[in-house]
């Protein structure tokens, strides 16, 4: 099946800094999403991205479909932004609507 | 809307019990995810149904995993008997078509 990986697995901020997450697949996709894991366990869909650049407010994504990696940018980042953020594919065909989630980046921003 | 309602928030079982988690999907989408998703994991699927089919089950364990969507709304997964290794938070998800992705809360059940 098809593969995500995702780095930094780890990163801590302080407050006002910016960041850049990546994730890697390993197949063409028809479905690309970020979500943000807040500390109560709540997944939250941040982005729907399976090619192109999209922003809202002080978060946006690129994905590159034809090289096969998305990136998330965090702008001015907040303590509120720490969490989990996870990116999920679904590549077509046969796995219908499944999302196949990476391993996740944990970001921690200090005050 | 009203988002995916999931309960309990928590369980604690012993290993060989059995145990049910319930789920109500956002009205109106016709499919319905269980996802599981151990400590320090990303969720993984477990049983995927449109309305009241089953679309993939690759990857339920179905020595001890049932799961139903009664007349294609709410959803009941059970787990009988219970491992410590099934010690994770079970993820309901319902979407309207591919894009629309919206997660409950979650269970978190731990198994000891």
């Known amino acids: 099946g098809i593969q995500v990986e995702q780095s930094p697995p780890d990163l801590i901020l302080q407050e006002g800094a910016n960041s850049t997450l990546r994730c890697n697949f390993s197949?063409?996709?028809?479905?690309l999403q970020w979500f943000h894991q807040n500390p109560w366990g709540q997944l939250i869909n941040l982005f729907y991205?399976?090619?192109g650049t999209k922003q809202n407010g002080r978060l946006s994504a690129t994905t590159v479909a034809t090289e096969r990696y998305s990136l998330l940018y965090i702008s001015s980042s907040q303590t509120t932004d720490s969490g989990v953020y996870f990116c999920?594919?679904?590549?077509?065909?046969?796995?219908?609507?499944?999302?196949?989630f990476g391993q996740g980046t944990i970001l921690t921003v200090h005050p | 809307e009203a988002g995916v309602a999931q309960s309990p928030r928590y369980k604690i079982i012993e290993k060989r019990q059995s145990v049910a988690f319930w789920c109500n999907p956002i009205s109106g989408h016709a499919t319905l995810y269980w996802y599981q998703q151990i400590l320090g994991q990303g969720p993984k699927l477990l049983i995927q149904?449109?309305?009241?089919?089953?679309?993939?089950d690759s990857q339920l364990p179905k020595d001890r995993f049932s799961a139903e969507r009664l007349k294609g709304v709410d959803s009941t997964l059970k787990i009988q008997p219970a491992k410590l290794e099934d010690s994770a938070v079970y993820l309901c998800?319902?979407?309207?078509?591919?894009?629309?992705?919206?997660f409950g809360s979650g269970t978190r059940l731990t198994v000891v």
């Open positions: 998800a319902s979407s309207l078509n591919v894009v629309g992705y919206t």
């Open positions: 197949d063409s996709v028809n479905n």
């Open positions: 149904f449109q309305n009241n089919g089953v679309v993939d």
């Open positions: 999920a594919v679904n590549a077509g065909g046969t796995s219908y609507g499944k999302l196949t």
């Open positions: 991205i399976p090619s």
